[in-house]
């Protein structure tokens, strides 16, 4: 038991504290709750090849995928609007739970190629 644990129920024992407010005091030293993760936790995965060889791969946790899509290069973006894909509205879902499987796959005549899933 901490220090700080036991000297508030020795004040609760004195009767310098209620009991409603042992149980505040307690209920405060408590670290707060890691966040549980679903088991086998979900990744979003941005792969980009451009034409000219250049390949960026991008695996990370659904929840900083948000994150991670602003950092997507300009002409990949681009890209991505002239195939009808709109980056906003996929950022936007990713608030709310997304099935699994790809997202996004767009290879252009140049050869550049993004693909964007979830797994």
């Known amino acids: 038991m901490s220090q700080a644990r036991r000297r508030v129920l ?3 024992a004195a009767g310098k504290v209620s ?36 390949e960026v ?13 602003e950092f997507l290069p300009a002409e990949h973006r681009a890209l991505l609007q002239r195939e009808g894909i709109d980056l906003d ?9 997304l099935p699994e499987g790809r997202l996004v796959e767009v290879k252009s005549p140049e ?7 979830v797994v």
Request: proline share 6%.
């Open 89 to 97: 509205a996929l950022l936007a879902g990713l608030k709310g739970e």
């Open 57 to 69: 791969r991008v695996n990370l946790p659904l929840s900083l995928a948000r994150v991670a899509l």
């Open 10 to 12: 020795e004040m609760l």
């Open 19 to 54: 009991v409603t407010e042992a149980e505040r005091l307690l209920d405060a030293l408590e670290p707060p709750a890691a966040p549980q993760e679903r088991e086998g936790g979900r990744l979003l995965r941005v792969l980009v090849k451009s034409g000219d060889g250049e």
């Open 111 to 117: 050869g550049d190629e993004v693909l964007i899933e």
